[in-house]
């Protein structure tokens, strides 16, 4: 618990003080001390600040300082003693008496050192640079080794021990610099100094020293302690590099460690290096030091203006380096100048920054944010230069990925090579995938058949089978092409190949308002939007992800195929049902590309982050890391999609079984139930496409999933609901007839109109349906996909609205403008 938490007359032991560390080192010099205990004396007469005892004297802290330090209370000792009383690992408390006072301060001095040799490591980096390599060979998690920028999008937490330490390893997202670029740079800067980690591991690719270490200089600014791995040290010292680590690590003043994460080289080291930094070390050590970047007089002196204001403010002082926050409004950081914006001499603080920026652009030419980061690049040559850094030429370690890319990125083989690729995924992915995928049919079938079998009639019964077995069923059919498909990513991602076919691509992209790293989710999506709109966590710009998210489902997903068939079996004739199939996609794809640029110019206005992206060597990846890739995106959408599915499958389901009549046939039990009552309610709204009720039914059964709607339609038309089992053509019965003649007659009534003539408009109305259910609200498994992914229901729900007032809009002006041919 925090020290703030603790009610008067209450006492806890100190487990650690955290905040970065300026104020660490101030509060420690006042006593407050790990292992120290310390008693809460009184409140102030308005809650603030608070005195306490502590090493024999008093003194107050206010509740904003009190909240950084952790102690272990009383009732919280005496809370771990009773768990430990029947853990055998840890004996030791289990002896104690906690009635004794002399007993309960060994108790409390007993846990509270057992708190403090947990440590809270944050793993920082840029991307590429093997962080999760080590997260996974330090904690054992089932997380995955990347390659490429922006896979690693949420922080996977995992767990240590060495040497007496338990180590609570965070791994945050990869990322280039600490600016308000990104999501991904704003979010690892929101951890770090929300979280606050005991320590940051910076995690350095060695063979790009210089462009890693200008991370390393924006952690030194925000004055946390922190200990660098020179990772990939084998590939560096393969090439015949040079550098002297203890040197550079004097002139960081921080230690680094060589390592090989894939190997787990140098990682005991790295975990003892660690525990010195957490521990405190004197700061006679050059490896232990907090140093100043030199920027320059001019930005320096601008940075001591500003500072001297912002030390005013002892809440900031808590959890912010002032000197870090002077640095980034330099900067102009957009999200530390909202913060700035919320302090009383807001003003002067902004008045100083401009006077600096002012003065640094009549000095050197440059704005003030160009000056901090040629200062920094010049800190990191100055100090490579001193540690005798040099690469050698012994072994070019990008021979082989030079060699392959002159291959795979040529302008004549690159684009044959990348779609032969395509076709080899989603061949297997819709072809050997079909196979689980009947398996698991037939699995749900023949359990729908057991329950059915042993299970008196009646309303649960039918909400078992129809509903929970059927939301299930749609849940996990899919499970196998998602897996398939993630292996397949998994593998171009470990590759290497990803960033290339986003290199491939990104000129076809930039024309849409997007990236080339959008182009494998819209690919996906004609498979199923579900995993597409899950793939696209690959780009690491926010702006292109959710614009590939809101443009997906106009990819025909394989769930649509049914309605297709169905439509296009009954209305048009042989020779043009394959053209009218083709022009349903086409159209989907240039509503895509409409979309897509108009929101790029509206909703999302504004320069989008530049295509600036690694292309890193080519690796063999291993099948451990792609399975265990592969299974936790498995994992991942049965837990988000499987819950919100089966709600949405059993209120469907009670909408077309309520009110029940086992008298009714199918047909006229849909027709009065409360969905076939909605949908009569709602006909007035569709009238300008020519639907009637029926047809209304059908769209409101696709919001579950968009099979239903065949099945559906077929139940409402002609009795028969095997519609949504067609994949092909299948004229059984003379269903395709059945349907037609029904739905003609629906027409000639609806519209008051002769027969004749009815059989044309119901050709065009059956049309303006395809258009309607391409383009309307996808279904709620890649709504909950969307707001998994963006973390939010706003554009979940966005997403519905648009897609459905789209496909209102363009199927009503083909109708009308149809209907004046006719």
């Avoid at 791994?171 to 670029?181: C, E, H, N, Q």
């Avoid at 077995?469 to 196998?480: C, E």
């Avoid at 265990?628 to 837990?639: D, F, S």
């Avoid at 996909?785 to 963006?790: F, L, Q, S, V």
């Amino acid at each position: 618990m925090r020290l703030s938490e603790l009610k008067t007359g209450e006492h806890g032991i100190i487990v650690k003080v955290t905040g970065h560390g300026g104020f660490r080192k101030r509060v420690v010099e006042m006593g407050f001390i790990k292992g120290k205990k310390v008693t809460v004396l009184l409140n102030a007469p308005l809650h603030d600040p608070v005195k306490y005892q502590i090493m024999g004297y008093e003194v107050s802290l206010r509740h904003s300082e009190a909240d950084k330090i952790e102690v272990i209370s009383e009732d919280e000792a005496k809370a771990l003693n009773l768990r430990s009383s029947i853990n055998a690992s840890t004996p030791e408390f289990a002896n104690l008496n906690a009635n004794s006072s002399s007993d309960t301060d060994k108790l409390l001095e007993s846990v509270a050192d057992k708190q403090r040799h947990t440590i809270n490591i944050a793993l920082v980096g840029n991307p590429n640079c093997g962080k999760t390599s080590f997260f996974n060979f330090a904690s054992g998690a089932h997380e995955r080794v990347g390659n490429y920028s922006g896979v690693t999008v949420d922080a996977k937490v995992g767990h240590a021990s060495f040497e007496g330490y338990e180590f609570e390893i965070v791994d945050l997202p990869g990322t280039y610099s600490l600016s308000a670029y990104s999501p991904e740079e704003l979010y690892v800067r929101k951890q770090i100094i929300d979280q606050t980690p005991d320590v940051i591991v910076n995690v350095i690719d060695t063979s790009n020293l210089e462009r890693n270490l200008y991370l390393t200089t924006q952690l030194i600014d925000m004055h946390v302690r922190m200990v660098c791995a020179l990772n990939m040290f084998d590939e560096s010292m393969q090439r015949g590099d040079h550098v002297d680590y203890d040197k550079l690590g004097e002139l960081f003043g921080v230690t680094m460690v060589p390592t090989i994460f894939t190997t787990g080289k140098g990682v005991d080291e790295l975990f003892r290096a660690i525990i010195k930094t957490y521990e405190g070390t004197e700061d006679t050590d050059p490896h232990f030091r907090h140093i100043h970047i030199n920027h320059g007089h001019e930005i320096e002196n601008g940075i001591l203006e500003i500072q001297e204001h912002l030390k005013q403010e002892e809440n900031l002082r808590a959890r912010y380096s002032t000197r870090y926050l002077a640095i980034k409004l330099l900067e102009h950081d957009k999200d530390v100048e909202d913060y700035i914006k919320t302090l009383p001499d807001a003003q002067e603080i902004f008045e100083h920054r401009d006077m600096a920026a002012q003065r640094v652009k009549e000095e050197t030419g440059d704005d003030s944010e160009t000056a901090i980061m040629d200062a920094k690049y010049g800190f990191i040559h100055g100090a490579l230069k001193e540690a005798e850094y040099l690469t050698g030429s012994k072994k070019n370690t990008y021979q082989m990925t030079h060699f392959l890319d002159r291959i795979i990125t040529n302008k004549y083989v690159g684009f044959p090579i990348f779609f032969f690729m395509l076709f080899i995924m989603f061949s297997v992915t819709f072809i050997v995938g079909q196979y689980p995928m009947d398996w698991i049919e037939q699995g749900v079938s023949l359990l729908g058949e057991l329950v059915s079998g042993n299970m008196p009639e009646g309303p649960l019964k039918d909400m078992l089978i129809d509903g929970i077995l059927g939301g299930v069923g749609a849940v996990i059919v899919f499970l196998p092409q998602i897996l398939i498909l993630y292996f397949f990513i998994s593998f171009m991602e470990d590759s290497g190949y990803m960033s290339r076919a986003a290199f491939i691509m990104d000129k076809l992209m930039h024309k849409m308002g997007l990236h080339g790293k959008s182009f494998i989710p819209l690919i996906m999506g004609f498979g199923c939007n579900v995993p597409a709109v899950m793939a696209t966590r690959t780009i690491e710009s926010r702006r292109s992800r959710i614009i590939t998210m809101l443009i997906l489902p106009f990819m025909s997903c394989s769930a649509r195929l049914p309605i297709y068939i169905m439509i296009t079996g009954s209305f048009f004739a042989l020779k043009y049902r394959s053209l009218v199939l083709m022009l349903l996609y086409a159209i989907g794809v240039m509503m895509a590309v409409a979309m897509s640029r108009l929101f790029s110019r509206t909703v999302f206005k504004g320069e989008d982050t530049p295509f600036v992206m690694e292309l890193p060597p080519y690796r063999f990846p291993t099948w451990k890391a792609m399975g265990r890739h592969t299974w936790e995106k498995g994992k991942q959408y049965l837990k988000k999609m499987g819950g919100i599915i089966l709600v949405a499958s059993i209120i469907v389901w009670a909408l077309g079984y309520f009110p029940h009549n086992d008298q009714l046939t199918a047909r006229q039990q849909q027709e009065q139930s409360f969905i076939g009552k909605i949908g009569k309610t709602i006909e007035p709204v569709f009238m300008p496409q020519g639907f009637d009720w029926k047809l209304d039914v059908g769209l409101l059964a696709g919001i579950g999933a968009k099979e239903i709607v065949a099945s559906t339609m077929g139940v409402l038309y002609s009795d028969n609901d095997s519609f949504g089992d067609d994949n092909s053509y299948n004229d059984h019965g003379g269903k395709y007839e059945i349907l037609h003649k029904q739905l003609v007659t629906d027409i000639a009534k609806l519209h008051n109109i002769q027969p004749a003539r009815a059989e044309s408009v119901a050709t065009l109305t059956a049309f303006c349906f395809l258009l309607f259910v391409l383009l309307y609200f996808p279904c709620i498994a890649t709504i909950a996909a969307i707001k998994g992914e963006t973390g939010s229901w706003k554009w979940a729900i966005f997403t519905a609205v648009y897609t459905t007032g789209l496909a209102w809009i363009v199927s009503a002006a083909v109708f009308q403008i149809g209907k004046l041919f006719l």
